[in-house]
């Protein structure tokens, strides 16, 4: 089967470029591809609050309700904050953008390497997770975690390679299957808990656990900050539809923004749902039972509603990968555009995605898991770091921008880097917001990265800077490359001229070589066969061939250099640069490379790669071009 049917059958057919527009996301499918994360998120965010509270014993797990109010108002500014974003930039590019278009070349940077380290962290700690779920329920295939983990990766990859709206449908199932389960656990559990239609009321257990720390003052404030930091894992994903504008139907920013909305609204709901029934019914966070599974098991018993929350819930965990699978490649489409990332990570594949941003993704995150061996509890500390940096810089970005706004008069328009602004009625009142945001969002990246740092936050903390400085060095190569093919003040006497002599390598005289020859006359009279000779035997046979060809090899030098080694590149490409050097300086010198191209692939191990290895070498001189003479060989075995 021709390779170009193979892969039709596992990506499918390719898009002409007319059809973007039809291939974009409407807001049904919009939601479950960019909120499988924020989400997913309300599985362990509550679960992540307790855990810290319950340090100072049971009693404090009361808290739990305050610092969740205080998440879901964080929550609405960075929702909010978005919201802004989208209106203002429709062109997506979330926090990357707003950065350079507010703050400057490097805070654009930091964003982005940021929001590129956080989407990696996504696929690898949520398909970890999800195979978690797995192997709780089957203990049997914990061995095989790794392997399950990166087969998941791989269907992820081949889905979303197949295109936006097809990812869309496939997704949109579990996604609002297992919102829907858990909306019906909440509500059953406000009827019971509430008393009311006659519901029998929700046993409510009453565990004592002890303190297991003692603190006052200054480390009983920063306990409840750590536990508010941990509960703003809620948050990681929200930027997610700022950054993919493009990928909705037109009106782009305003299905966008309503998409945002409806993203706010659900995950909050699902949020301060388990977070209300979790505190007034006495749960306790433990090691081999989720409180989101305890909950469920309390208020609907172990029925089908639980196993179907249960399934839902590890679905939910591998599919909020996917919310990485769509911004990832965004991001570095942003960058690559931008010279930041190589430019191939701008093309889109045969289904109109980003393809090189999405294997580059899978690729990584796949080496991630096997280095934690599919653990996310080892990666959780490197998690929500890269979100958080991100949003306080969105924010200070739409802080800066609102003030341009506000010293507008009605009916003015200023024109950005990147967009046009207009007079807003209540830009004052918005930066505000956008300020507390950033400071919020800033606040909780310190006190994660300080009380993560040993646990392997420091890791994420080395990779931006890295990541920034790789950004500048393929920056500053693709401005090497500009300024070398610049026309700007070009002459005609600052071009090469072309060498009247063209090499022709040969090993022997056949119908390839002879064709090469051919070929070469017609480029110039000055024709030279270049052979290096390793036995007067070969010498003989190569002169009493050359002469059965006189029509062709009639005014063509035959050079002939006797050599005592076995490697004859050596001499060849020194002959070749001493042409180019001595005979013809600051000319162009071409050489004809006579090469066998085999029909098929496993061919090309039956030859040796001479011509291979004689075009790498000469590629790094500047006057000299190379040819390629194919001589196409049946080389079936």
């Known amino acids: 089967?021709?390779?170009?049917?193979?892969?039709?059958?596992?990506?499918?057919?390719?898009?002409?470029?007319?059809?973007?527009?039809?291939?974009?996301?409407?807001?049904v499918r919009a939601l479950a591809v960019f909120a499988s994360d924020p989400i997913s998120s309300n599985a362990y965010a509550t679960e992540a609050i307790m855990s810290v509270l319950i340090l100072l014993g049971s009693q404090a797990l009361s808290i739990t309700m305050p610092v969740g109010l205080a998440v879901a108002g964080l929550v609405l500014l960075v929702v909010f904050s978005y919201i802004q974003t989208i209106l203002h930039y429709p062109g997506g590019g979330g926090a990357y953008i707003v950065a350079k278009d507010n703050l400057?070349?490097?805070?654009?940077?930091?964003?982005?390497?940021?929001?590129?380290?956080?989407?990696?962290?996504?696929?690898?700690?949520?398909?970890?997770?999800?195979?978690?779920?797995?192997?709780?329920?089957?203990?049997?295939?914990?061995?095989?975690?790794?392997?399950?983990?990166?087969?998941?990766?791989?269907?992820?990859?081949?889905?979303?390679?197949r295109g936006v709206r097809e990812s869309g449908t496939i997704f949109a199932v579990p996604t609002y299957a297992f919102v829907s389960g858990v909306w019906l656990v909440i509500a059953i559990g406000l009827v019971r808990y509430g008393g009311w239609f006659g519901a029998p009321p929700i046993p409510v257990v009453e565990e004592i656990i002890p303190a297991t720390v003692s603190v006052t003052g200054f480390a009983y404030a920063w306990l409840i900050l750590r536990a508010f930091a941990g509960g703003c894992t809620a948050l990681t994903g929200i930027e997610a539809i700022s950054d993919g504008v493009q990928a909705f139907k037109p009106p782009e920013s305003k299905n966008a923004a309503l998409t945002m909305v409806a993203m706010g609204l659900m995950a909050m709901s699902l949020f301060l749902g388990i977070t209300f029934l979790s505190t007034h019914i006495g749960l306790v966070p433990t090691e081999t039972d989720s409180i989101l599974s305890q909950m469920t098991r309390r208020v609907a018993g172990s029925g089908p509603l639980y196993?179907?929350?249960?399934?839902?819930?590890?679905?939910?965990?591998?599919?909020?990968?996917?919310?990485?699978?769509?911004?990832?490649?965004?991001?570095?489409?942003?960058?690559?555009?931008?010279?930041?990332?190589?430019?191939?990570?701008?093309?889109?594949?045969?289904?109109?995605?980003?393809?090189?941003?999405?294997?580059?993704?899978?690729?990584?995150?796949?080496?991630?898991?096997?280095?934690?061996?599919?653990?996310?509890?080892?990666?959780?500390?490197?998690?929500?770091?890269?979100?958080?940096?991100?949003f306080s810089i969105s924010q200070s970005g739409m802080f800066r921008l609102m003030g341009r706004i506000a010293h507008l008069k009605p009916g003015e328009t200023l024109q950005t880097e990147v967009t046009e602004i207009h007079y807003e009625r209540n830009a004052k009142w918005k930066r505000v917001l956008n300020a507390l945001g950033a400071t919020v969002t800033f606040s909780v990246f310190i006190v994660l990265a300080s009380t993560k740092f040993l646990d392997g936050a420091w890791i994420v903390l080395l990779i931006i800077p890295l990541l920034i400085f790789m950004f500048y060095s393929i920056h500053a190569h693709y401005e090497r490359v500009s300024r070398a093919l610049s026309t700007r003040n070009l002459t005609a006497e600052q071009l090469s001229e072309v060498a009247d002599v063209v090499i022709v390598p040969i090993a022997d005289v056949h119908r390839g070589t002879l064709r090469a020859l051919t070929y070469a006359r017609r480029l110039s009279n000055d024709v030279r066969a270049l052979c290096v000779v390793t036995s007067q035997e070969m010498k003989e046979r190569l002169l009493r061939r050359w002469a059965r060809f006189p029509s062709i090899t009639e005014g063509i030098q035959l050079v002939t250099i006797d050599y005592d080694y076995r490697d004859v590149l050596p001499p060849i490409v020194e002959y070749i640069e001493r042409v180019n050097n001595i005979e013809f300086p600051e000319k162009l010198t071409t050489v004809v490379v006579p090469e066998f191209v085999p029909t098929y692939a496993i061919g090309g191990f039956l030859h040796n790669q001479t011509a291979n290895r004689l075009r790498r070498e000469l590629r790094k001189y500047k006057d000299i071009v190379v040819i390629d003479i194919p001589i196409h060989i049946d080389s079936k075995i």
């Open 1 to 27: 089967m021709a390779k170009t049917n193979i892969k039709e059958i596992l990506i499918g057919k390719p898009f002409p470029t007319s059809m973007d527009v039809h291939e974009r996301l409407d807001k």
């Open 104 to 161: 400057g070349r490097f805070p654009s940077l930091v964003a982005g390497a940021a929001l590129m380290t956080d989407y990696i962290l996504t696929v690898s700690v949520s398909v970890s997770a999800g195979v978690r779920a797995i192997t709780s329920a089957f203990p049997e295939l914990f061995e095989f975690r790794v392997m399950i983990a990166l087969g998941a990766i791989a269907v992820l990859t081949w889905i979303n390679l």
């Open 307 to 390: 196993y179907w929350v249960q399934f839902f819930t590890a679905m939910i965990l591998i599919l909020a990968a996917n919310t990485a699978y769509q911004d990832f490649p965004r991001i570095s489409y942003f960058l690559a555009r931008d010279n930041f990332l190589p430019r191939w990570m701008q093309n889109r594949g045969d289904r109109l995605v980003f393809s090189s941003g999405i294997l580059v993704l899978a690729l990584i995150a796949s080496l991630l898991i096997i280095f934690f061996q599919a653990n996310e509890i080892a990666m959780l500390p490197l998690y929500a770091l890269g979100v958080m940096l991100s």
